[in-house]
């Protein structure tokens, strides 16, 4: 009877907690977002683009050399993050104060794309840099057309600085 009932509160508690443990945290390991629309993209996880065939995939993370926070430093530091780009691979450099970091990606020779990332996650907080797994990266992609650069991106734009929202 003791055990009868000892057993059936802790079944409901150990269920529980591996559903927050190991279904909770869970990122999906792909999205698919159309041009212009910001997106987090978390380390290991891939984004398609809607209407295409084209992905990038948040591969790795070559290098975490910024400054933690409370700590005095000579030099912000970067961080060097290594995306898959189609079939090409792209090393980006991401400085804390540069944000947001713009550059142009092609997936085929006759289509060009930019490619913008807007926030990095986590702060450096230690000595230590984070466990690759937390790692993030906000980012859209807008498509060039005719000579210029073409943004679907329909929301307000939280979070940009005033000078990239004038951007044409």
Same mark, same amino acid.
């Given at each position: 009877?003791? %055990?009868?009932?000892?057993?059936s509160?802790?079944?409901?508690?150990?269920?529980?907690?591996f559903?927050l443990l190991?279904?909770?945290?869970?990122v999906s390991?792909s999205?698919?977002?159309?041009f212009g629309?910001?997106?987090?993209?978390?380390?290991?996880?891939t984004?398609?683009?809607?209407g295409?065939?084209y992905?990038v995939?948040?591969?790795d993370v070559?290098?975490?050399?910024?400054?933690?926070?409370?700590v005095?430093?000579?030099?912000?530091g970067r961080?060097?993050?290594l995306?898959?780009v189609?079939?090409?691979?792209?090393?980006?450099?991401?400085?804390?104060?540069?944000?947001?970091v713009e550059?142009?990606?092609?997936?085929?020779?006759s289509?060009?794309?930019?490619?913008?990332?807007?926030?990095?996650?986590p702060?450096r907080?230690?000595l230590e840099?984070?466990?690759?797994?937390?790692?993030?990266?906000t %980012?859209w992609?807008?498509?060039?057309?005719a000579?210029?650069?073409?943004s679907?991106?329909?929301?307000?734009?939280?979070?940009?600085?005033?000078?990239?929202?004038?951007?044409?």
């Amino acid at each position: 009877m003791l %055990l009868t009932m000892v057993w059936s509160r802790v079944v409901p508690v150990l269920s529980m907690l591996f559903c927050l443990l190991f279904l909770g945290c869970a990122v999906s390991p792909s999205i698919s977002v159309s041009f212009g629309e910001q997106v987090q993209l978390a380390f290991g996880q891939t984004l398609f683009l809607k209407g295409t065939k084209y992905a990038v995939t948040f591969k790795d993370v070559l290098e975490d050399s910024r400054c933690p926070q409370g700590v005095e430093c000579f030099w912000e530091g970067r961080v060097l993050i290594l995306l898959q780009v189609g079939e090409d691979t792209l090393i980006l450099e991401v400085q804390p104060s540069k944000l947001p970091v713009e550059t142009v990606v092609s997936f085929s020779p006759s289509e060009r794309y930019r490619l913008v990332v807007a926030e990095l996650f986590p702060s450096r907080l230690s000595l230590e840099p984070p466990e690759k797994a937390e790692y993030a990266i906000t %980012l859209w992609i807008e498509s060039e057309v005719a000579g210029g650069w073409e943004s679907r991106y329909n929301a307000p734009w939280e979070g940009c600085p005033n000078w990239l929202r004038s951007r044409s």
